[in-house]
């Protein structure tokens, strides 16, 4: 099933340098589409073209569509860095039968900083190729409203402990061997609430991963699912959870522990043999470390390994997102058997979190992330959000402790909601 875009005519892009902004994030007018981690990356707003889809073919269906845009486009790039000319910023549903289906959108306009090369993209679907200054593009008020009083769930921990037993229960029996269950907490905040708001906290706290929104999912994930950048692809693998306590020398030893941990190793395992396997379909070498390493962010410790590989064929980041996704760190393994008992026992529908976000160009090359560590906006009601945090259970898994993973990954979101700065 899917929800049919028609092919925008030819469009026009013009990339030029600029003068590199202070703050990425403060150049975006209104609440549009952000990825940016270590202050670089790109914000973008307007829309030129997009397309929707659902069901089992929707990546599939938005790489085909977003094909035939970049067959016929007119590109003039004066800078030629990753997320330059024709670009596409796209997310993607968790589950094939889910209602939140996928997008591609093509925004209007687009700032990029890396290192101290700054530029402006400008995509019309007019043929125009007039390229207005940037200051007359970015000219507007940089005031941010701040986030009203919000209140959110505790959540159902009595139903999460039972969720949590059954799928140990079913792995002890040889049903699977991993399953990824998720939790999600409802939001609801006394007015409106302007994303750029969460965005600023968030880049603030968490600089080491890719803060996001696009199309109604925000938040900032430390997963990268996919970069593929001239050949090269690197997949970061994250699987296997603890939570710091702020004594540099008590964590320390915490990462040594979380290091050791065979309940830990076992679920990082298979997470990175799920990506592996489909690297080497595609690769002619793959590197995986003998050893994870410890990524430490300041609300959790994860096992962490980054594996790369070189292309052996003309692959797009579309096409790679529909045979990782759902990897083993989000799924569980055997994927389809986690698949179902996800279905039988989490009792929620995911939307978008824990599916593919980032961007494309027009050559397929792009950065895919997973929706972690994140929030839902309500297209109805902008008041209204949907948190989410998912752990990874294995024979050794025990409920409390889960829920006590689930709690520090919903703490991004939640402190980004309580900031009133």
């Known amino acids: 099933m899917s ?6 005519g030819p469009l026009t892009v013009r990339t030029v340098a600029i003068d590199p902004p202070e703050d990425l994030l ?22 030129v073209a997009r ?14 569509w977003w094909r035939r845009v970049t067959r016929h486009a007119v590109v003039r790039d004066d800078v030629h860095r990753a997320g330059t000319g024709l670009i596409a910023f796209g997310s993607f549903a968790f589950a094939d039968g889910s209602a939140a289906g996928g997008s591609l959108v093509v925004p209007r306009y687009v700032v990029g900083l890396r290192g101290d090369e700054a530029w402006l993209t400008v995509i019309s679907e007019d043929g125009h190729a007039a390229m207005p200054a940037f200051g007359d593009v970015a000219a507007h008020d940089t005031q941010v409203p701040p986030v ?8 159902d921990r009595e139903a999460w402990s039972s969720a949590v037993a059954q799928a140990v229960e079913r792995i002890g029996a040889g049903e699977l061997e991993k399953v990824v269950l998720a939790r999600a907490v409802e939001a609801r905040a006394e007015g409106p609430v302007d994303v750029r708001s969460l965005l600023t906290t968030l880049a603030a706290d968490y600089p080491s991963c890719w803060t996001f929104h696009v199309d109604g999912l925000v938040g900032a994930t430390p997963e990268l699912l996919a970069r593929v950048d001239h050949g090269l692809v ?21 990462a040594a522990a979380l290091a050791r941990s065979s309940k830990d190793r076992e679920e990082h395992e298979y997470a990175v043999r799920s990506v592996t396997q489909v690297l080497e379909s595609h690769c002619g070498s793959v590197n995986v470390p003998e050893e994870p ?15 790369t590989g070189v292309l052996s064929h003309n692959a797009s980041a579309l096409e790679l997102l529909r045979e990782l996704h759902p990897s083993a760190a989000v799924c569980g393994t055997p994927t389809l058997t ?49 948190l989410f945090a ?7 898994s025990e409920p409390d402790a889960e829920w006590a993973e689930s709690e520090a990954k919903l703490e991004p979101m939640r402190r980004a909601l309580s900031s009133r700065v």
């Open 338 to 386: 986690a698949a179902r008992v996800i279905d039988e026992l989490e009792g929620l529908d995911r939307g978008r979190y824990a599916g593919p976000v980032g961007w494309i160009n027009a050559a397929g090359d792009g950065e895919w992330c997973i929706g972690l560590r994140s929030a839902e906006l309500s297209a109805e009601d902008p008041t209204r959000l949907r």
């Open 148 to 155: 009203p009083a919000v209140t959110i769930d505790a959540g």
């Open 3 to 8: 929800v049919q875009a028609a092919t925008p």
């Open 26 to 47: 403060a150049t975006m007018p209104v609440p549009g589409i952000s990825w940016i981690r270590r202050g670089e990356g790109m914000v973008a707003w307007g829309e």
């Open 390 to 396: 998912g752990c990874g259970i294995v024979a050794a």
């Open 234 to 254: 690197t997949s970061r693998v994250l699987a296997g959870t603890i939570r710091p306590t702020g004594d540099e020398v008590a964590d320390l030893a915490h």
């Open 293 to 307: 390493s410890v990524l430490h962010l300041p609300n959790v410790m994860h096992l962490a390994t980054d594996v």
């Open 51 to 64: 397309f929707d889809s659902a069901g089992a073919g929707r990546i599939d269906q938005a790489d085909a």
